[in-house]
């Protein structure tokens, strides 16, 4: 067996506000957009990756995953970590439309890092190799 990412979650307080911000801010473009009775699935892929692994923009409903969501952001951790080609250029670009950064772009070892805030209860990582 050989198993492989196909979805993986980030719970949202807003699932329309984060589909908003995932979509126009970072990126992503919708896949999947089905009702299930108040909420829905509602994935992201990204750009030019159709069939790529999907991020469901969960509802946090659960008193756990709020619960969950606030002693990360409270410790400063990251709810999950996307790849960028340069995490400078993209905190320059986020930054002058109005995103929100908790970590500047930071030399991590091999990787530069930086941390925003996805105004859905999260703390989200970028990440790439250093410029040559």
């Known amino acids: 067996m050989q198993a492989r990412i196909h979805v ?8 329309a506000k984060a589909l908003e911000f995932y979509t126009g ?21 990204g750009a030019g990756e159709p069939d790529g692994v999907q991020l469901l923009l969960e509802p946090d409903q659960h008193p756990a995953a709020r619960a969950y969501k606030q002693a990360l952001v409270a410790d400063g951790i990251p709810a ?14 986020l930054e002058a439309a109005g995103v929100a950064f908790t970590q500047p772009p930071t030399p991590m070892g091999p990787v530069v890092t ?12 970028l990440v790439s ?3 040559a």
Not at 8 to 15: E, L, P
Not at 80 to 93: K, L, R
Request: hydrophobic fraction near 45%; charge should be negative.
């Open 8 to 15: 993986t979650s980030v719970f949202v307080d807003d699932q």
């Open 25 to 45: 801010k970072l990126g992503f473009v919708p896949k999947e957009d089905v009702p299930v009775g108040d909420y829905r699935w509602l994935t992201v892929v």
């Open 80 to 93: 999950a970590s996307f790849a960028v080609d340069d995490v400078e250029a993209a905190h320059q670009e």
């Open 114 to 125: 930086a941390v925003l805030d996805d105004t859905c209860g999260n703390l989200i990582q």
């Open 129 to 131: 190799r250093p410029a």
